[in-house]
């Protein structure tokens, strides 16, 4: 089945660690995304990547980083510079057609928890 | 885009009542739009989208929106609410031609289903 597919599930670290978090898409979707979630607040974008070994600065990139080497992946590296990493990080990817985007397709998420 | 607003944070509804969950947009431009749900510890899942013809858009589990350009709106109708339509629902918007399909989110709205 194709999908995206974020791992672990869940993830504990303490403070002061740098810490990655999986995100794989076997769609062939040129985008990916990674936005975080807190309660109240909606999706903020983090990074956002439109192609292999190219990618952009969202909304709350300090404290974040990513990078791109192949298509299908796009590792969120949480450091220890965020001052507030706690929270549920989405992954997405999406494709488009003639320059029309096709919908953002959603991991199940990463929920993070530093103490 | 600029923004979106998603009118209410939470929505309590009688099981078989109908709903509507309220979106407003702003933007200087032409806009995509969408409506995703979220189930607890879960990613986001395609509802419907808006992205040209009929302002009349019919989406998976009997949801269906219709976008008002004049009122910048994007409301989620449904006739007849089950138990398991609750979640969290979230509407997006994204500029016609915006480089790299960047979703802008509402803050989301909590619908609770009651028997």
């Known amino acids: 089945d194709g999908g995206i597919t974020q791992s672990p599930k869940y993830l504990f670290r303490k403070e002061g660690q740098n810490v990655t978090l999986s995100c794989e898409q076997n769609?062939?979707?040129?985008?990916m995304y990674w936005y975080r979630q807190d309660p109240g607040q909606g999706l903020r974008l983090i990074y956002y990547s439109q192609i292999v070994n190219d990618f952009q600065k969202g909304d709350i990139a300090e404290g974040y980083s990513v990078s791109r080497e192949k298509k299908e992946s796009f590792p969120l590296t949480v450091t220890s510079a965020q001052k507030n990493p706690t929270a549920f990080y989405l992954c997405?990817?999406?494709?488009?057609?003639?320059?029309?985007?096709?919908?953002?397709?959603f991991g199940p998420g990463t929920r993070l928890t530093v103490t | 885009a600029q923004s979106v607003t998603q009118l209410d944070s939470q929505v309590p509804v009688f099981e078989e009542a109908p709903v509507e969950l309220r979106c407003n947009y702003s933007?200087?431009?032409?806009?995509?739009l969408f409506w995703y749900v979220q189930y607890p510890n879960q990613g986001l899942q395609l509802l419907l989208k808006y992205l040209s013809g009929s302002t009349l858009v019919k989406g998976i589990n009997g949801f269906e929106a219709e976008f008002n350009k004049s009122q910048t709106s994007f409301h989620l109708r449904k006739p007849s609410v089950h138990i398991s339509d609750t979640a969290e629902y979230f509407c997006?918007?994204?500029?016609?031609?915006?480089?790299?399909?960047?979703?802008?989110f509402g803050q989301g709205t909590e619908l609770s289903v009651k028997p």
């Open positions: 997405a990817s999406s494709g488009d057609r003639d320059g029309i985007p096709y919908e953002q397709y």
């Open positions: 769609l062939n979707h040129d985008a």
């Open positions: 997006a918007v994204s500029d016609v031609g915006n480089q790299g399909g960047k979703l802008i």
């Open positions: 933007s200087s431009v032409s806009v995509y």
